[in-house]
């Protein structure tokens, strides 16, 4: 299974379903990869089209199968409402390495409520199982390379 650091640009999202009534929604965003859980910044009155422009990284090592994006719309005073979520599978970053920012379906109770755009990149850790460094040529020898002279 992949070791290595993921990355995570949150880009922004649009035509999400408006939560507040009477204001513009406050979105955040919490991404979780596996058992890590990272949020991003409220972006104050935004309304259902916020953008963020930030970047996370999670540590991933061992079976993870998707990042789990949650929309919420920050409330003072009361619990914050979900606005919707979306579930990134990650098969074809670990093999590609690295995914340009996509629009991807929020949905809350299998129902559409808008995108997000997110960039994905693996940077792949190259230690082995027994600590060592792997590397990709023969003769290559902590950084130096054999000489065929």
């Not at 939560?19 to 919490?30: E, H």
């Not at 259902?48 to 003072?76: A, H, M, R, Y």
């Not at 970053?93 to 409520?113: K, R």
């Amino acid at each position: 299974m992949p070791t290595g650091k993921l990355q995570v640009l949150l880009v922004s999202a649009k035509g999400l379903h408006e939560a507040d009534f009477f204001t513009k929604m406050d979105p955040y965003v919490t991404i979780t990869c596996r058992t890590q859980e990272q949020k991003s910044d409220v972006a104050s009155g935004q309304g259902s089209s916020p953008e963020w422009n930030e970047t996370f990284v999670f540590s991933v090592s061992g079976e993870v199968q998707e990042l789990v994006i949650k929309i919420k719309d920050s409330d003072v005073g009361s619990e914050d409402d979900l606005v919707g979520e979306a579930k990134i599978p990650l098969e074809t970053l670990f093999v590609e390495g690295s995914i340009p920012p996509t629009p991807y379906n929020v949905v809350v109770n299998d129902e559409f409520c808008g995108e997000i755009k997110v960039g994905l990149q693996f940077i792949r850790d190259d230690t082995n199982e027994d600590g060592y460094h792997q590397h990709g040529e023969e003769g290559n020898f902590g950084g130096w390379k054999e000489s065929s002279y």
